[in-house]
């Protein structure tokens, strides 16, 4: 696989799992506009931070696409950690919501 290709292959990974974020947060939104007015208050400051999250993310993924195929590797090794705390923000708040 090329270089080009792997990078190609990285952010369309990137690019699936950021899509999957965005439905999981409108989901969550949908449901939290249904809850009683403690939880969608304490819902809307958790969504503020995934909004937050995912400009991060996609922000990464902007920076990943514009880096030169063989400068790009340095980027994703960076962008991991930036990833990493994306993840793991998501699957708590969806952990925390699916819970309510």
Do not use: C, P
Request: hydrophobic share 40%; proline share 0%; charged share 35%.
């Amino acid at each position: 696989m090329s270089l080009k290709e792997a990078k190609d292959a990285y952010i369309g990974k990137l690019k699936l799992q950021l899509d999957e974020w965005s439905a999981d947060l409108d989901a969550m939104e949908a449901r939290a506009r249904q809850a009683d007015a403690g939880f969608k208050e304490s819902f809307n400051a958790k969504a503020e931070e995934l909004r937050y999250q995912k400009t991060l993310a996609q922000g990464r993924i902007n920076a990943l696409h514009e880096a030169a195929d063989d400068a790009w590797e340095e980027l994703r090794n960076g962008s991991e950690n930036i990833w990493s705390t994306v993840r793991q923000t998501f699957a708590d708040a969806k952990a925390k919501f699916d819970n309510k």
